[in-house]
């Protein structure tokens, strides 16, 4: 879905967009994972279940949302890209939820309780934290650069060589 998004939705639109995107979008996902979480509590959710059931409430499905403008016909408004550069922040901050998903399942599994998690060592050092994020960060800069550079040759030349089922 990236992929095609990114055929669609050119790297310099994109930042164009940029500061509206991350305002926009960075304002989006918090509110509504926020509200979600605190309702997930006020239910009777521990907090790190609230707040997981909170982000996963706040991100939207980029294919449906773009299919309901091309069905209008608005695609290519302002309104859609707008739209489009919301989405795709949410994106990737659904990846770097996933990417951080296994280190809070590994803090919550060494922890008696939420609040005796300190005390237990259930809690990561800042420095497991932080290499982490930065290894999560490479690869996905990493990613980037190949598809950036990488891809487009490989289609090139199956494209040139005219096979179907190589392309």
């Known amino acids: 879905l990236m992929f095609f998004i990114g055929l669609d939705f050119p790297l310099a639109e994109m930042r ?10 960075s304002l989006q996902v918090a509110l509504t994972g926020m509200r979600v979480a605190l309702v997930g509590r006020l ?11 909170g982000a996963m409430v706040a991100f939207s499905s980029t294919a449906l949302v773009m299919k309901s403008f091309e069905e209008r016909r608005e695609h290519d408004s302002h309104r859609a890209r707008l739209a489009l550069a919301v989405l795709l922040f949410q994106d990737l ?37 932080l290499g982490t994020t930065l290894s999560m960060l490479l690869l996905l800069a990493l990613t980037f650069l190949l598809c950036r550079r990488v891809l487009p040759l490989i289609f090139r030349r199956a494209a040139s060589s005219r096979n179907k089922e190589l392309f």
């Open 16 to 25: 164009a967009l940029s500061r509206e995107c991350l305002r926009i979008g």
């Open 43 to 53: 239910w009777g959710l521990a907090w790190l279940h609230a707040a997981v059931l």
């Open 93 to 129: 901050a659904a990846m770097l939820l996933l990417a951080l998903l296994p280190l809070l399942a590994t803090v919550v599994a060494r922890a008696p309780s939420a609040a005796g998690a300190a005390e237990a060592g259930g809690a990561p050092s800042a420095g497991r934290m």
